[in-house]
């Protein structure tokens, strides 16, 4: 997308959206204007910030991976974004060619590029254009039903998701309905914005600039980011920041980055 005038039909090109923003500091080009203004005020902000995306999404790889490791081979992504370099399925098919990956997100625009973008024959890849706020309807999608079978160890992942549900949503209530339905040894990954360690007042400008987008964001306290990891056991190390978890070194740049999300991986035990 070069200009505003190219978006989709039905398509708000003048709001910000949380996926093509996040888009945009990853270096893609699947954004509008609005999207990259932004970004750009959040990088302004502090100058790690510019870093902050690629810190999260090296920590999907690293969890992704862990997982696939552990055998399992269900992989539901809610919230998944636009495709970028190292999506789930990629990640996970290097270590379990069997993989099965359906990836969930609302955005029209994610929708329309996800399925250009991962178009092939492989069945056992899919997008789904549903709103993570209703577990049930995504639960009982086709898509979802052909390729995931809950009865099964599954992994279900709300990476950089829950920080744009609001209290009044539920946020604890969503995991759990997914929790509810996850056979024993699956794996839950999460990584959520967090105001730990951080002065008030940049968390404060940060939240103002999304609540002018589509998805305002709340950023949580650790306790806050542990309740829903309830119904699981913690993998070490546990609760950390995306950079600390199973990093076998930091990348220059990340770990100032990393510290404001905190991340980790949970296991249903039997």
Same mark, same amino acid.
């Given at each position: 997308m #070069? #200009? %505003?005038e190219e978006a989709p039909p039905g398509v708000d090109s003048r709001t910000p959206s949380m996926a093509r923003m996040y888009d945009y500091a990853l270096g893609g080009k699947d954004n509008f204007a609005a999207d990259r203004a932004a970004v750009e005020k959040l990088f302004g902000m502090s100058p790690e910030n510019r870093f902050v995306p690629l810190a999260n999404r090296r920590f999907l790889g690293r969890a992704v991976k862990y997982v696939a490791r552990q055998g399992v081979t269900q992989f539901v992504d809610l919230g998944a974004g636009l495709p970028s370099q190292g999506n789930v399925h990629e990640v996970a098919k290097q270590v379990r060619s069997d993989a099965r990956v359906v990836y969930v997100d609302h955005d029209p625009v994610v929708a329309i590029h996800a399925r250009v973008l991962l178009? #092939? %024959?492989d069945p056992t890849v899919a997008v789904v254009q549903e709103d993570v706020r209703r577990p049930e309807t995504i639960l009982a999608h086709p898509e979802v039903e052909r390729l995931i079978d809950f009865a099964e160890p599954v992994c279900v992942l709300f990476v950089s998701v829950l920080h744009g549900i609001t209290e009044a949503e539920d946020p604890a209530r969503?995991?759990? @309905?997914?929790?509810e339905r996850m056979a024993p040894g699956s794996y839950l990954i999460l990584s959520h914005l967090t105001r730990e360690g951080h002065p008030e007042d940049l968390v404060r400008k940060k939240e103002e600039v999304f609540a002018k987008s589509a998805t305002p964001f709340s950023y949580r306290s650790r306790d806050e980011i542990l309740r829903y990891f309830d119904g699981f056991d913690l993998v070490e190390p546990g609760l950390t920041t995306v950079t600390e978890w199973r990093?076998? @070194?930091v990348e220059l740049g990340l @770990?100032?980055?990393?510290a404001w999300w905190l991340g980790g991986v949970g296991h249903k035990p039997s």
């Open positions: #070069s #200009s %505003d178009a #092939s %024959d969503i995991v759990r @309905e997914f929790a990093a076998d @070194e @770990e100032a980055a990393g």
